[in-house]
Structures are given as structure tokens and as C-alpha cells.
């Protein structure tokens, strides 16, 4: 699969738009772009590490089941040459972690949407803040701007709007530009009226 048309788009930065592939090809489990993303990745000298956290990021809204079967053609595809370096968040930080990620990325509208996650169910709201945030998204080796750009290439990709919406302004507050957000839905969308559309949401409300 070549992939020279998508790495030549500007707005994204090659490295962040092979990370931000790599979770639209496990979605589908199209394991050919997924292949050829790994392919692109290591003729580009990126850091495998990055693409093990995107891995343990993707489970978060592919599944256990998926991931098994990226994290096995990443390790045959691309051979680990050192440990994981990623890191984890200590055990007794994760809860305060995630809850402060949390509300960094939903801002004015944290405390209404941890109100409706209790409401819904009060172990999930836990699962979410203390598993999700705390243990997965909160961890160091990819900044919070990166780890919001992947979640934005994955809501898109599961038309996720609502989540989306909230993700792509997580992006913008930490720093990434209204571009990379537009080319982290096309990589998972490609470039179509609707990306627009979805541009217009993000920014309502003054929002952005």
C-alpha cells in the first residue's frame, strides 16, 4: 500500500499522521494499511515505543480482542530491539491523574459530563477517570497534544461525534493547531464535506 499522497498532506507532521493511521487501521482491522504504517514508520526512524502506546491507547476504543492482534503484527513486523519505555503512572496517582487530565481536556464541561458518566454508572464513571485517563491516557511517553490528535483519528473513524467533538477541543488546548485536528479526521475519513461539518461543531459555542 503506498502511502506517499497522505505523508506529503500538509497540516500534520508525518510521525503524528503515521500515529494517528495506525489507530484508523485497527478499527477495521485493515491490517494492510496497518502493515504499511508500521512500513513507513520504521523507514522514517520513529521510535517504536510511540507505536506501543498508541497500541495501549487504541484499546480504549477498539477492544482487547483488536489489540491482541495489532500488538502480534507489531511485534512480527516491526521486532522489539530494547523494553517498552513508556512508563507507568504509579498506582496511587492514577485516580488524581485522571481526574485532572479529565478536566483539562472537557474544561468548562467537566463537571457536568463526570455527572452524567456517575448517573449512567457510578463503576464506570470510576473505570473511565481511574482506568482510562489515569493508567492509559495520562501516561508520560506521548504528550497529552499527541494522545488527542490519536483520539480524534479514532472517534472520527467510529463516528463517535459527540466524544470526537469533546477530543478534538482536548487537542486544541494543548497546543495542537485547527489543521492537524482537520487532517487527524481525514486520515480516518478522508477529505470530504463531512470533515468540515465536524470542524464547524468542534468551534461552536466559541468553544475554540
Known amino acids: 500500500m503506498d502511502l506517499?499522497?497522505?505523508?506529503?498532506?500538509?497540516?500534520?507532521?508525518?510521525?503524528?499522521?503515521?500515529?494517528?493511521?495506525?489507530?484508523?487501521?485497527?478499527?477495521?482491522?485493515?491490517?494492510?494499511?496497518?502493515?504499511?504504517?508500521?512500513?513507513?514508520?520504521r523507514s522514517e526512524r520513529l521510535a517504536r515505543c510511540d507505536f506501543e502506546e498508541a497500541l495501549l491507547q487504541a484499546t480504549l476504543f477498539f477492544g482487547f480482542p483488536r489489540l491482541v492482534?495489532?500488538?502480534?503484527?507489531?511485534?512480527?513486523?516491526?521486532?522489539?530491539?530494547?523494553?517498552?519505555?513508556?512508563?507507568?503512572?504509579?498506582?496511587?496517582?492514577?485516580?488524581?491523574?485522571?481526574?485532572?487530565?479529565?478536566?483539562?481536556?472537557?474544561?468548562?464541561?467537566?463537571?457536568?459530563?463526570?455527572?452524567?458518566?456517575?448517573?449512567?454508572?457510578?463503576?464506570?464513571?470510576?473505570?473511565?477517570?481511574?482506568?482510562?485517563?489515569?493508567?492509559?491516557?495520562?501516561?508520560?511517553?506521548?504528550?497529552?497534544?499527541?494522545r488527542e490528535l490519536l483520539a480524534v483519528g479514532a472517534l472520527a473513524w467510529l463516528r463517535q461525534v459527540p466524544q470526537l467533538v469533546a477530543h478534538a477541543r482536548g487537542a486544541l488546548t494543548f497546543g495542537a493547531a485547527r489543521g492537524e485536528v482537520r487532517e487527524s479526521i481525514v486520515c480516518a475519513l478522508g477529505d470530504v464535506p463531512e470533515v468540515d461539518e465536524l470542524l464547524r461543531r468542534i468551534g461552536r459555542d466559541g468553544a475554540v
Not at 15 to 37: E, H, N
Not at 71 to 82: I, K, V
Request: charged share 20%; aromatic share 8%; glycine share 8%.
Open 4 to 41: 506517499t499522497p497522505l505523508l506529503a498532506r500538509p497540516g500534520l507532521d508525518r510521525g503524528t499522521r503515521l500515529l494517528v493511521l495506525s489507530q484508523v487501521a485497527i478499527g477495521p482491522a485493515d491490517w494492510t494499511l496497518f502493515d504499511a504504517v508500521l512500513a513507513a514508520a
Open 69 to 146: 492482534s495489532a500488538f502480534e503484527r507489531l511485534h512480527a513486523g516491526w521486532p522489539a530491539d530494547a523494553p517498552p519505555a513508556g512508563g507507568e503512572v504509579p498506582a496511587e496517582r492514577r485516580a488524581d491523574e485522571g481526574r485532572a487530565l479529565f478536566a483539562a481536556i472537557y474544561g468548562r464541561n467537566d463537571a457536568a459530563v463526570r455527572a452524567h458518566l456517575r448517573a449512567l454508572h457510578a463503576g464506570f464513571h470510576d473505570f473511565v477517570l481511574e482506568s482510562a485517563y489515569g493508567r492509559i491516557l495520562a501516561r508520560p511517553a506521548l504528550p497529552p497534544r499527541t
